[in-house]
């Protein structure tokens, strides 16, 4: 399944679930519920769960979890991760100076910083470890890649805290939950190959202080939307909805890859 990366929230993948998720009993189905135990992330989650099962059938991850995927693919995958993860580290930093208190900022700088080094230096050794196919030239942002971060980084710096907070949110919970899937299916492989090429990167994003780290996230999204108004809770959803739809595309034009128009 090959998919065009949305220019504006109308355009690109579908995203059925715009009627679906929480429900309080309301005509709209929008969130008025408390936003205590989770309350609020939960409804994103929900609201987008057509995508996220689509992000669970995705061929390249099927075949990262079953280690059938071309090497390639994967390669394709990691240098565009680390063009991804320069451009998130901006937009985690942003969030940290529009941050509310000094212990919200604390973690999005740090988070910002691991984004910056320590896992680009393992997406570096990934690259340059000689374990996947070498590239002629340097890689250029893929169209998924340069939409992604350019949204990340435009919301972060220009709507509210809160939403940029939301926009950033899918990339920690996603990646926690696929990465948690991929270390059990991925189980036999490495038993059987622990140099396999994608261990590393399955074992980082199931490693517990990732887990941890968007866990601290998603009570962080929490926290914004209880002290947000209407309007900046739909933007909320808004941005965590197209955040999401770029991770699906992010992943599937890995193996699915959408060259740019030649210039």
Same mark, same amino acid.
């Given at each position: 399944? $090959?998919?065009?990366?949305?220019? *504006?929230?109308?355009?690109?993948?579908?995203?059925? *679930?715009?009627?679906?998720?929480?429900?309080?009993?309301?005509?709209?189905?929008?969130?008025?519920?408390?936003?205590?135990?989770?309350?609020? *992330?939960?409804?994103?989650?929900?609201?987008?769960? =057509?995508?996220?099962?689509?992000?669970?059938?995705?061929?390249?991850?099927?075949?990262?979890?079953?280690?059938?995927?071309?090497?390639? %693919?994967?390669?394709?995958?990691?240098?565009?991760?680390?063009? +991804?993860?320069?451009? +998130?580290?901006?937009?985690? %930093?942003?969030?940290?100076?529009?941050?509310?208190?000094?212990?919200?900022?604390?973690?999005?700088?740090?988070?910002?910083?691991?984004?910056? *080094?320590?896992?680009?230096?393992?997406?570096?050794?990934?690259?340059?470890?000689?374990?996947? !196919?070498?590239?002629?030239?340097?890689?250029? !942002?893929?169209?998924?890649?340069?939409?992604?971060?350019?949204?990340?980084?435009?919301?972060?710096?220009?709507?509210?805290?809160?939403?940029?907070?939301?926009?950033?949110?899918?990339?920690?919970?996603?990646?926690?939950?696929?990465?948690?899937?991929?270390?059990?299916?991925?189980?036999? $492989?490495?038993? %059987?190959?622990?140099?396999?090429?994608?261990?590393?990167?399955? =074992? =980082?994003?199931? /490693?517990?202080?990732?887990?941890?780290?968007?866990? #601290?996230?998603?009570?962080? $999204?929490?926290? /914004?939307?209880?002290? /947000?108004?209407?309007?900046?809770?739909?933007?909320?959803?808004? %941005?965590?909805?197209? /955040?999401?739809? +770029?991770?699906?595309?992010?992943?599937?034009?890995?193996?699915? #890859?959408?060259?740019?128009?030649?210039?």
């Amino acid at each position: 399944m $090959v998919l065009r990366a949305p220019v *504006t929230e109308s355009e690109g993948f579908t995203d059925v *679930t715009e009627s679906e998720g929480f429900t309080d009993g309301t005509e709209s189905g929008g969130f008025t519920g408390g936003t205590e135990s989770g309350g609020f *992330t939960e409804y994103l989650w929900d609201r987008t769960k =057509t995508l996220r099962v689509a992000i669970d059938d995705l061929e390249f991850l099927r075949r990262l979890g079953d280690g059938t995927l071309p090497l390639e %693919a994967f390669r394709t995958y990691v240098e565009q991760d680390s063009l +991804y993860l320069a451009g +998130y580290s901006k937009a985690l %930093a942003i969030l940290a100076s529009k941050s509310p208190d000094p212990q919200t900022a604390a973690f999005w700088a740090n988070s910002s910083a691991a984004a910056a *080094t320590v896992e680009t230096a393992l997406h570096a050794d990934l690259l340059e470890g000689g374990l996947l !196919p070498p590239r002629a030239g340097e890689p250029e !942002p893929s169209q998924a890649c340069l939409g992604y971060v350019s949204y990340l980084i435009a919301t972060a710096a220009t709507q509210p805290y809160a939403v940029g907070a939301a926009a950033a949110l899918p990339c920690f919970w996603i990646y926690a939950d696929v990465g948690r899937g991929l270390a059990a299916s991925a189980a036999e $492989v490495l038993a %059987a190959d622990p140099g396999h090429p994608y261990a590393q990167w399955v =074992t =980082t994003y199931d /490693a517990e202080e990732f887990q941890q780290s968007a866990a #601290t996230a998603r009570s962080l $999204v929490d926290a /914004a939307a209880e002290v /947000a108004g209407e309007a900046e809770r739909d933007a909320m959803v808004t %941005a965590f909805t197209v /955040a999401t739809r +770029y991770e699906l595309l992010f992943w599937d034009t890995a193996l699915n #890859t959408q060259p740019w128009p030649a210039s």
